[in-house]
């Protein structure tokens, strides 16, 4: 064997190919078919997944929710919000796709795969610190900001916005920058109020005017609201949280223009009958200030003012909106988990990036990287995953909405192959009031196969081709091996003669050229494989940089053992009648012969 290497390449390299062309061709139609699943399942996410809802009031989609969660035959259901947003990044500004989600509900729901963790995604998002606000005591009946405001405007209001433990939002007015407080907590909370400043009187003459005198400034003073009827609407024991304190402009008929404004605070109380409770005190928060210049996340900014707390700053709110700062747990950020894109720009886990929603700008930590999840197609453009309170909050903090904005509902089902389970889905939906634009459900393998014209006809092409390269194979292996026995008859003749016995000569033609064919059908898978899955990508007329998720190998093993089983058994007939020729032939007769 040693003797012969290039005797015995040639034999190697043709079993070697013979045995990628076996791969290939038996993996063309199991491979693109189970792509084509692939795909159907990447873009669905879930068994079942209903997007673009639309709907009026958040009572709606929590009862939809339920409902869907009381079908027969699913397992789990979870509400996720899908938004358009902008990265700012090194190149300017990035359309992103953002996906909101709660990692702990949807683990187990969204789809995966080989290549497509999703699982190790939700759990790095999950391990990350949900960015909730500041919890009130189950006790508090009232909620109010010891404030000073730098002037006097009482078209201004101080809104705080709670949530409960559904991430719906309450929108609260504690009272005006006059400084007030609002209807019904004036006994509670006493604030004097500036008058307003007297304007001179254009029937005068000049010689008539008098001097006005200037506005006093505004004085410390608590101003509150009550947390009653709040409560009264809610479970008994209800968590809340707050989680933004902004400012309103107040609508007023042929009032002056919205203006900036500034606010002195140093502490939030909750209070209860005979207690109240220090919330947040902002002289022992300087992480909570803003970093750099201009104004913050809402437009709003927070800038140490020693003994005084702080001074919050504001950009001019237009009617309907607020200009504010978001309230949560000091020295927490947004976490995101970013495309492969971002990476590519640089970015690094632990790094900062803006991001825009709805013209509402978010400064969140990069807290890892993940090529592929389910329903995102890295093709179209980057996205970024989050927790589902990070795009609400973008979403609803500085505008009159309620609550989490779920436009996805995930579900899981036992029901996979049932077509009515669609049905049932969109009828609970409609039946709760909640619009759903597309409802899709992932289907079999068998739907998602070649057609079987298609199919029938691959298969003539490739039985065809297995037909030739079988018999190509079988008769260079005999013609190979025929020859080199005849080449080998003296060798074999003399090792004959020093000792050797039959069974030891047998063993021995066995051994080689088994090690030739096992060596060459390893080479030969590899390659196979590696050709196919360079190969196959292309007969599918796409891309293959555009196929989502990407293209996995899958051999048909059923094919390709039919085809083994009949190499296997000419072989070893072969290697039968070569070691019956080494072990019957005469000593003598060939030694004689090969000395002539």
């Given at each position: 064997l040693a003797r012969r290497t290039s005797h015995q390449a040639k034999l190697v390299v043709m079993i070697a190919a013979a045995t990628a062309t076996a791969i290939l061709l038996s993996s063309f139609e199991s491979t693109i078919s189970s792509s084509n699943f692939d795909q159907t399942a990447y873009s669905v996410g879930a068994?079942?997944?209903?997007?673009?809802?639309?709907?009026?009031?958040?009572?709606?989609?929590?009862?939809?929710?339920s409902s869907i969660a009381e079908i027969d035959g699913v397992d789990s259901v979870s509400g996720?919000?899908?938004?358009?947003?902008?990265?700012?990044?090194?190149?300017?500004?990035?359309?992103?796709?953002?996906?909101?989600?709660?990692?702990?509900?949807?683990?187990?729901?969204?789809?995966?795969?080989?290549?497509?963790?999703?699982?190790?995604?939700?759990?790095?998002?999950d391990a990350s610190?949900?960015?909730?606000?500041l919890p009130i005591p189950n006790n508090a009946n009232w909620i109010s900001a010891h404030i000073k405001p730098v002037v006097s405007m009482p078209d201004v209001g101080l809104v705080m916005k709670i949530a409960d433990s559904t991430g719906r939002l309450h929108n609260l007015t504690i009272g005006t920058l006059a400084p007030k407080s609002s209807v019904g907590s004036s006994d509670k909370f006493e604030c004097g109020?500036?008058?307003?400043?007297?304007?001179?009187?254009?029937?005068?003459?000049p010689e008539g005017e008098i001097e006005l005198e200037t506005p006093p400034t505004p004085e410390w003073c608590d101003i509150g609201v009550t947390l009653t009827t709040l409560r009264e609407n809610l479970p008994a024991d209800e968590p809340l949280t707050l989680e933004f304190l902004g400012f309103s402009r107040r609508p007023i008929e042929r009032g002056d223009p919205p203006t900036p404004g500034s606010m002195y605070i140093d502490q939030i109380r909750a209070h209860s009958e005979y207690s109240s409770d220090l919330i947040l005190d902002f002289r022992n928060s300087p992480d909570r200030h803003t970093v750099g210049g201009g104004y913050g996340d809402y437009d709003a900014r927070v800038d140490d003012a020693d003994d005084d707390?702080?001074?919050?700053?504001?950009?001019?709110?237009?009617?309907?909106?607020?200009?504010?700062?978001?309230?949560?747990?000091?020295?927490?950020?947004?976490?995101?988990?970013?495309?492969?894109?971002?990476?590519?720009?640089?970015?690094?886990?632990?790094d900062h990036i803006e991001v825009s929603i709805a013209d509402t700008e978010l400064t969140v930590r990069i807290g890892g990287f993940t090529e592929h999840f389910p329903t995102l197609n890295p093709v179209t453009g980057p996205f970024v995953i989050s927790s589902r309170d990070t795009v609400w909050k973008a979403l609803a903090l500085d505008s009159n909405a309620i609550g989490a904005p779920?436009?996805?509902?995930?579900?899981?089902?036992?029901?996979?192959?049932?077509?009515?389970?669609?049905?049932?889905?969109?009828?609970?939906?409609?039946?709760?009031?909640?619009?759903?634009?597309?409802?899709?459900?992932?289907?079999?393998?068998?739907?998602?196969?070649?057609?079987?014209?298609?199919?029938?006809?691959?298969?003539?092409?490739?039985?065809?081709?297995?037909?030739?390269?079988?018999?190509?194979?079988?008769?260079?292996?005999?013609?190979?091996t025929v020859g080199g026995f005849s080449m080998r008859r003296v060798e074999f003749s003399v090792l004959r003669s020093l000792g050797l016995t039959k069974i030891q000569l047998t063993g021995m033609i066995i051994f080689e050229s088994l090690t030739i064919i096992l060596f060459a059908a390893f080479v030969g898978v590899a390659a196979g494989r590696t050709i196919a899955l360079t190969t196959i990508p292309y007969l599918t007329g796409d891309d293959p940089a555009d196929i989502t998720p990407p293209m996995l190998l899958h051999t048909d093993w059923t094919i390709l053992a039919y085809a083994l089983t009949a190499f296997s058994v000419a072989v070893i007939a072969n290697l039968a009648f070569i070691a019956f020729m080494a072990v019957t032939r005469s000593v003598h007769a060939e030694i004689r012969m090969g000395s002539r």
């Open positions: 068994d079942v997944r209903a997007a673009k809802l639309t709907y009026r009031s958040q009572w709606r989609i929590d009862q939809a929710l996720a919000t899908r938004a358009s947003g902008i990265i700012r990044g090194v190149d300017g500004a990035i359309p992103v796709t953002i996906l909101g989600l709660e990692p702990d509900e949807l683990d187990g729901i969204a789809w995966i795969r080989d290549g497509v963790d999703t699982h190790a995604t939700l759990e790095l998002l610190v949900k960015l909730r606000g109020v500036i008058p307003p400043p007297l304007e001179p009187d254009p029937n005068l003459s707390g702080a001074i919050v700053s504001w950009a001019p709110p237009a009617f309907g909106t607020y200009r504010g700062i978001e309230l949560s747990q000091p020295g927490v950020a947004h976490t995101v988990i970013g495309s492969k894109w971002i990476q590519e720009q640089g970015y690094e886990v632990g779920v436009n996805d509902i995930w579900i899981s089902s036992s029901r996979l192959s049932n077509e009515g389970l669609v049905d049932e889905v969109r009828g609970t939906l409609v039946d709760a009031g909640v619009n759903a634009v597309n409802i899709r459900q992932q289907i079999g393998a068998v739907e998602t196969a070649i057609s079987n014209l298609e199919s029938q006809s691959w298969r003539y092409i490739l039985g065809f081709g297995y037909a030739v390269l079988i018999a190509v194979a079988i008769i260079g292996v005999v013609v190979h």
